[in-house]
């Protein structure tokens, strides 16, 4: 029966799109709108009294942490054979790959069918068009097709911006300088087997990539060569490092040179490090060399390399990991790699997984998302339960981090990846969407101020969909964003309204509503299946 069901849903995902020549969705049947929901405040920040924070032992053997994790992969598999099913019946053509778009300025609200403040969007690719062809996903036998992670690279010398996004059955290599005509370059192929999980980094003109796939270990990719392509062509790897098998993540420091892969689990690789920190020299780029690796702490699951320079004399000038390790916020000094140290160990209050995080950019304030905690309806206001939380800490003194506070989201949805920019984080919240808050340090809060939801469906709960990752560092400023069901979006802040938007005293409230899909073609995604707006109490 399971091989039938396979069957079915390759033959489901392989019938013919109905697009319009505008590239909306033709022969969808929806509802009437549902009135408008009540007229909200995106967020808030809470009060820290009822979390804290406090030391940990540290522990390589297998604790909470390790058990989460394993909770955490099997609710993603249920929920994505859940969606293999639906897709099957097709009863939920809203997870149907949307064809690739252009641009739409975000209006009233709305960037064409996609909710937005202060965003527009520029260019949408689907994972198809990506390079991930169903030929390809018929050798690689991936019944399972989606994005994951999302890195970028700028040529140093032409100063053009490339996408590195991540699929179940590979690597795809977008130029994204012009953002509303995004060019397709390179394909590369999973080294071994597809994986829900594939992740990179870039060092010295390099992108590093792992993945869960058994056996996968490192693929190089000389990243200059995207300078001399102007069409597709599938492409091989430069380099393979093979000292571990499977890897759920990878870390860089570009000042350093170094890379850390994280989360390797296969034992019988010598060097798996128990999952923890295991250290490659990238400082020739296509050549990397194992350097040692810290596994007093046990799994990693993701992690920031830094060249301290924040407020604690004590370390100054040494490279530091602050590492999210399943049930604890960890700090490890990594400067000597034959003998690292561990700083600090802090577990802290309603916590079930600690996924990632980031520093502020004077390394005073660490943001954690922990990734269960809105799918279990855990948290600290009763009222708000499975509604996105982030945690803030101050890590001035890195020997005893003080989680100070968190922001309650509006939002129902689970915290997945976040890069801060300055005063701004940019947070990938599932089916949030890409969510943009301004960081105020003095009273260790956060206000939303600018978001774009690439999943606008209906569908209630806390689940593990819409967007996994962004990356917000090119110069020209625009984000590039990875949907789990849709590929590539690249959009573009409007930061003069974030920057209005984060000086006002004003409380900026919002509602939405939503419609039903009473009719779809088989394999049609029907669009226009959300709204939002800004309001004012009395609406």
């Not at 571990?244 to 019988?268: K, L, M």
């Not at 129902?412 to 890069?419: L, M, W």
Request: hydrophobic share 35%; aromatic share 10%.
């Amino acid at each position: 029966m399971e091989k039938m069901a396979i069957l079915a849903f390759v033959c489901v995902i392989s019938m013919t799109w109905i697009v319009a020549e505008s590239g909306v969705v033709q022969d969808c049947k929806l509802s009437d709108w549902k009135p408008w929901g009540p007229c909200v405040d995106p967020g808030h920040k809470s009060e820290s009294a009822n979390i804290f924070s406090y030391p940990v032992p540290p522990t390589d053997e297998p604790d909470k942490g390790r058990a989460m994790m394993e909770l955490t992969m099997k609710l993603k598999t249920e929920h994505e054979m859940d969606k293999f099913q639906c897709l099957s019946d097709n009863s939920c053509p809203e997870y149907y790959q949307r064809p690739t778009t252009g641009p739409a300025e975000c209006i009233n609200g709305m960037a064409g069918d996609f909710p937005c403040r202060n965003i527009d969007l520029m260019s949408h690719i689907s994972i198809e068009d990506l390079g991930y062809t169903k030929e390809k996903q018929r050798q690689l036998r991936d019944y399972n097709v989606r994005g994951n992670d999302i890195w970028g690279w700028t040529d140093p010398e032409t100063g053009r911006e490339y996408a590195i996004i991540g699929l179940s059955g590979g690597s795809s290599f977008v130029d994204v300088t012009e953002p509303t005509k995004p060019i397709v370059l390179a394909f590369l192929l999973s080294r071994t087997g597809p994986s829900t999980w594939r992740d990179m980094k870039v060092v010295n003109n390099a992108a590093y990539i792992v993945s869960e796939a058994k056996d996968h270990g490192l693929q190089v990719f000389n990243l200059l060569r995207l300078r001399t392509m102007k069409s597709f062509s599938d492409v091989q790897a430069d380099a393979v490092y093979s000292l571990f098998g499977n890897a759920h993540n990878i870390v860089s420091n570009e000042e350093t040179g170094f890379v850390y892969v994280v989360g390797a689990t296969q034992r019988e690789y010598q060097f798996s490090c128990k999952g923890g920190l295991h250290y490659i020299n990238v400082q020739d780029p296509l050549n990397p060399t194992y350097a040692g690796c810290f596994p007093d702490d046990g799994y990693v699951h993701d992690a920031q390399c830094v060249n301290y320079h924040g407020p604690d004399t004590r370390y100054q000038g040494k490279e530091i990991c602050v590492c999210y390790n399943e049930d604890t916020l960890t700090i490890v000094d990594v400067s000597d790699k034959a003998n690292s140290v561990l700083i600090s160990k802090r577990g802290y209050s309603h916590s079930m997984y600690t996924h990632q995080g980031w520093l502020t950019e004077d390394h005073t304030i660490t943001l954690l998302d922990d990734e269960l905690d809105e799918n279990r309806n855990v948290g600290p206001d009763a009222s708000k339960l499975g509604h996105t939380i982030t945690y803030i800490w101050d890590v001035s003194d890195l020997t005893a981090p003080v989680l100070k506070g968190h922001f309650l989201s509006e939002q129902v949805a689970i915290d997945h990846n976040q890069y801060i920019l300055g005063d701004l984080t940019y947070q990938s919240n599932y089916g949030a969407g890409l969510r943009i808050l301004n960081i105020q340090q003095e009273t260790y809060s956060l206000k939303e101020v600018a978001y774009f939801d690439v999943l606008p469906t209906n569908r209630a709960g806390a689940q593990f969909e819409g967007t996994w990752s962004n990356y917000p560092y090119f110069k020209s400023g625009n984000v590039i964003v990875s949907s789990i069901e849709y590929g590539l979006f690249v959009v573009k802040p409007n930061q003069a309204a974030i920057t209005a938007a984060s000086k006002s005293q004003e409380k900026y409230m919002e509602h939405t509503r939503v419609r039903d899909i009473e009719f779809a073609p088989t394999n049609v995604a029907c669009a226009g299946l959300m709204q939002s707006q800004s309001c004012s109490i009395g609406n």
